[in-house]
């Protein structure tokens, strides 16, 4: 595997893939890929949320079980998510609501680590 790099790129082009060395792309074709990464990644965030506020309502014991699960499918990851969000907030779970909740958790945990003491392992409340 010397020329691990120059296979991989063989290979995606056998592929049909296009493959452009970054140094010769100009930057109008560089923002446009960037803008088409970020619409990509945008739409299957929203497909997400839809997915997981379109799951099947669990019961708490099918809730429990699920959170003893390890190793779950997507189907099951989803459920677990819109039933944890229905509990939570004790409202319809909506796609919205999941990225309202994705945005204070994340909001949250940033909080969270400014606050977090990790030589007393505490919270700092001053």
């Given at each position: 595997?010397?020329?691990?790099r120059?296979?991989v790129?063989?290979?995606?082009?056998?592929?049909?893939?296009?493959?452009?060395?970054?140094?010769?792309?100009?930057?109008?074709?560089?923002?446009?890929?960037?803008?088409?990464v970020?619409a990509?990644?945008?739409?299957?965030?929203?497909?997400?949320c839809?997915a997981?506020?379109?799951?099947?309502?669990?019961?708490?014991?099918?809730?429990?079980?699920l959170?003893?699960?390890?190793?779950?499918?997507?189907?099951?990851?989803?459920?677990?998510?819109k039933?944890?969000?229905?509990?939570?907030?004790?409202?319809?779970?909506?796609p919205d609501?999941?990225?309202?909740?994705?945005e204070?958790?994340?909001?949250?945990?940033?909080?969270d680590?400014l606050?977090?003491?990790?030589?007393?392992g505490?919270?700092?409340?001053?």
């Open positions: 595997m010397r020329r691990y120059e296979s790129l063989a290979s995606l082009v056998e592929d049909g893939y296009t493959v452009i060395d970054a140094d010769d792309a100009d930057d109008d074709e560089s923002g446009a890929v960037i803008e088409s970020k990509a990644s945008q739409e299957l965030y929203a497909s997400e839809q997981i506020a379109n799951s099947d309502e669990l019961s708490g014991a099918e809730l429990l079980k959170q003893d699960k390890r190793a779950k499918t997507k189907t099951e990851r989803h459920q677990q998510r039933a944890e969000l229905s509990r939570r907030y004790e409202i319809d779970v909506t609501l999941v990225e309202k909740d994705d204070r958790r994340l909001v949250s945990s940033t909080a680590a606050l977090f003491d990790t030589e007393a505490v919270f700092d409340k001053t």
